[in-house]
């Protein structure tokens, strides 16, 4: 069995980036055609390539002479959305080639939208949130002072309604606000943050809209006691006659390298009765038998406190149910009401904390609003985090070793044409390069930062040789072939 060195593991790490980059990719170009097909069925609108297209013929398109701004009105956000994800899907990456081998390649880096709802966004920002908490919890040592809770806020909706209103955000949002001011709160909560989660109601009562939240409470109240006189401040508040209120938990693996599971009781509503299901099983992170210092700990701690954060950076609510597409509807209707709305943010001690202010993640490198745009500091920022000592410890994946100058070229591809093998390969999750044509070729020398400001400020012309900007102007007078493309790929990986 070969030795795994520092730079075997680096590759394995890198190709697996790479091939979840380009998973999200597709369920990204998944959300665009399910948009542009529930667009064209429900309302006869057919979108052009471009955005700038759009933009010109918005009032056609949208059918003002005939609907006013109804359409838009409804669609608008979507639209939006649409052109977003499709114009900033791109990765740069190091291609290698080597004679009599095929080309292989190693991702350096990722453009995305930004958007709230992009998938590689969302998978980006998860390893954002999950390097900021990690630091912060080695500098505060607040896992170990207080105990750490995962709470579910949810408010009963007759008909669909609470408070009169079918979209409820900012009224659960405002109910629980008023709750944390109360002395009884203060009590038992040190400190926490929560985040927004909508979702159509499984019982086909409107929406579900309730509040995630991750708790640090005094340690010197038992669970049971706080989530009692918790439950009772929201149950005089909203009516709600549940609250969950749970230690955190980690999942473990065993020696096969699969999480260890064991039967839950859980109720089966189609037979009317309860069965036994297959669960992972949970840690929880109160355990008498573990120090309260060390790496271990520390990782579990992470671990339970991303679990509990999931919906800041998930979107498969938005799927609908057995796998079947995109909720489309649920997608304008959660744009449209949430246009300017912070869907997360931070309470108690937490509340001055500013490197757990993940809102300031959000600026966009594209949108039509000044306020939510990027500065060209910002995006400098951004770029040298990006980009600091990527070349410098890039792996040749022919030798394994640190690659040398000149022995890789810098490219430009969209990350959903590139296919990677299973996790179950003996070469886990790496590249497999079937068109060396999907790539576009940048001027040799330049240096990723000047590549990822060329990308940025979409000056293609200025970072690709002659022949690629050529291949990439061909490619943009064709756009229905691009997306024919696109899909494709969709319908292979759904069969």
């Known amino acids: ?48 390539a471009y955005w700038q297209e759009f933009k010109v013929k918005r009032e056609d398109l949208m ?63 998860s ?22 809770v995962h709470m579910v806020l949810t408010v009963p909706h007759k008909d669909g309604l609470f408070e009169g209103e079918r979209f409820y955000a900012s009224q659960i949002m405002e109910n629980f606000n008023l709750i944390r001011k109360s002395s009884q709160w203060k009590k038992y909560v040190y400190a926490g943050e929560y985040g927004v989660e909508v979702k159509k109601s499984s019982r086909d009562n409107g929406l579900h809209i309730h509040i995630h939240c991750l708790v640090f409470q005094h340690k010197q109240y038992r669970v049971k006691e706080a989530a009692a006189a918790i439950h009772k401040l929201w149950q005089n508040q909203t009516g709600a006659n549940f609250l969950h209120y749970e230690t955190l938990y980690y999942y473990k693996k065993n020696e096969a390298g699969r999480y260890i599971t064991e039967l839950v009781s859980v109720f089966d509503r ?8 297959a669960r992972r099983k949970k840690f929880y992170l109160d355990r008498a038998d573990r120090p309260d210092d060390g790496p271990e700990r520390l990782a579990e701690y992470l671990f339970g406190v991303m679990e509990c954060i999931k919906y800041h950076f998930k979107h498969d609510s938005m799927i609908l149910p057995k ?61 040298m985090a990006t980009t600091s000592g990527v070349e410098e410890n890039l792996i040749d994946p022919h030798t394994g070793e640190l690659a040398k100058e000149g022995s890789y070229k810098i490219v430009i591809s969209r990350p959903e044409w590139l296919k990677h093998r299973t996790k179950n390969d003996p070469q886990a999750y790496e590249p497999v390069i079937y068109n060396a044509t999907d790539f576009l070729e940048c001027h040799p020398g330049l240096a990723l930062k000047v590549i990822l400001q060329g990308l940025f400020r979409c000056k293609l012309d200025e ?33």
């Not at 790490?13 to 170009?29: C, D, P």
């Open 463 to 495: 970072i690709l040789t002659g022949k690629s900007f050529e291949k990439y102007q061909r490619a943009r007078m064709n756009p229905e072939q691009l997306k024919g493309r696109q899909m494709k790929i969709n319908h292979n990986k759904q069969n």
């Open 63 to 125: 059918q003002y002479d005939a609907y006013g701004s109804a359409l838009d009105d409804q669609y608008g956000q979507l639209v939006k959305m649409r052109y977003d994800l499709l114009k900033s899907g791109r990765a740069v990456y190091a291609y290698f080639e080597k004679e009599n081998s095929p080309a292989k390649t190693q991702i350096m880096a990722t453009w995305y939208s930004k958007h709230r709802l992009d998938p590689v966004w969302n998978y980006r920002k």
């Open 127 to 148: 390893q954002l949130i999950r390097k900021i908490y990690g630091e912060y919890l080695k500098k505060s040592n607040i896992h170990n002072e207080y105990h750490p």
């Open 1 to 48: 069995m070969q030795a795994t060195t520092p730079g075997t593991k680096r590759l394995q790490q890198n190709n697996k980036h790479s091939s979840k980059i380009s998973w999200y990719r597709r369920n990204a170009v998944d959300m665009v055609n399910a948009i542009d097909d529930h667009l064209l069925d429900r309302a006869g609108i057919k979108l052009p």
């Open 270 to 277: 189609e037979k009317n009765d309860y069965i036994n299901v």
């Open 323 to 383: 796998n079947q597409g995109y909720d489309v509807e649920l997608m304008a209707d959660v744009l449209n009401n949430t246009k300017g709305k912070r869907l997360y943010s931070r309470f108690g001690a937490f509340y001055d904390v500013q490197e757990l202010n993940f809102n300031r993640l959000e600026k966009e490198h594209i949108s039509d609003d000044p306020s939510k745009l990027q500065t060209d500091v910002e995006i400098e920022d951004e770029i």
